[in-house]
């Protein structure tokens, strides 16, 4: 048994581990460590295609987020479920709730955060494992932003 064999493999199947009781950033970080670990670019636009079921609506649009700024990453296919209207938030969110940062993270947010209204730093997904193919450490602030 591979270690990635325990990671999610899906966004579906973070869901369904946070369903099950494992803490939602624990899930989507083991998430992550997997995507980052595969190398077939077919693969990563699989582990993003399956549209995770409905939990809330801040951790819905920040799982579309999650799909569609690796997908620009990566240049892969964008999946169609993040473009539905229950992916977006009608409300500012700022996941690290300090007022002193909001206008940083305004400013910083990736395009497909931003666009929901969530406002993260320049690097949300940032795992110290990371694939470096895609993504060049220089335009990084090596800040990781979760929504807990």
Avoid at 6 to 28: F, H, K, W, Y
Avoid at 44 to 53: D, N, S
Avoid at 90 to 105: D, Q, R, T, V
Avoid at 137 to 142: E, N, V
Wanted: proline letters at 9%; charged letters at 25%.
């Amino acid at each position: 048994m591979s270690i990635q064999s325990n990671r999610p493999q899906s966004l579906e199947e973070v869901v369904s581990a946070a369903m099950s009781g494992t803490d939602i950033d624990a899930a989507l970080r083991e998430f992550l460590d997997a995507f980052y670990m595969t190398v077939d670019p077919t693969r990563q636009a699989e582990m993003l295609a399956l549209e995770p079921p409905h939990i809330e609506s801040t951790k819905d649009a920040y799982l579309a987020a999650v799909a569609e700024h690796l997908s620009l990453l990566y240049t892969l296919p964008v999946p169609d479920w993040v473009k539905k209207p229950d992916r977006f938030l009608h409300e500012p969110f700022f996941p690290c709730g300090l007022e002193s940062l909001k206008a940083m993270l305004l400013i910083e947010s990736p395009a497909s955060f931003r666009r929901r209204m969530i406002f993260v730093g320049s690097n949300p997904l940032y795992r110290p494992r990371r694939d470096v193919r895609s993504y060049s450490p220089a335009a990084s602030d090596r800040r990781g932003t979760t929504y807990s």
